[in-house]
């Protein structure tokens, strides 16, 4: 940056606070390994009666 727009005096907290970007995070450190249990296919079971709440439809939305 150029001396002229440092000496405003709120440009020069901004700087101080955004002048440089953060440190860089690591891949390493944005990943985590879990291992995925098995659920015997409680969670992934079906319900006809309620499965008609997860349908979309423009028709239906407007009234039609």
């Known amino acids: 940056m150029d001396e ?3 000496t405003d005096p709120a440009a020069a907290v ?3 606070r ?3 970007l953060p440190e860089r995070v690591r891949f390493e450190d944005m990943t ?3 291992e995925a249990g098995r659920s015997g296919g409680v969670t992934a ?3 006809p009666e309620t ?3 997860h349908y979309s439809c423009l ?3 407007l009234g039609l």
């Open 14 to 16: 901004r700087h101080g």
């Open 18 to 20: 955004y002048g440089r």
């Open 45 to 47: 079971s079906y319900d």
């Open 59 to 61: 028709a239906l939305d």
């Open 4 to 6: 002229e727009s440092m």
């Open 32 to 34: 985590e390994e879990v």
């Open 51 to 53: 499965s008609w709440s």
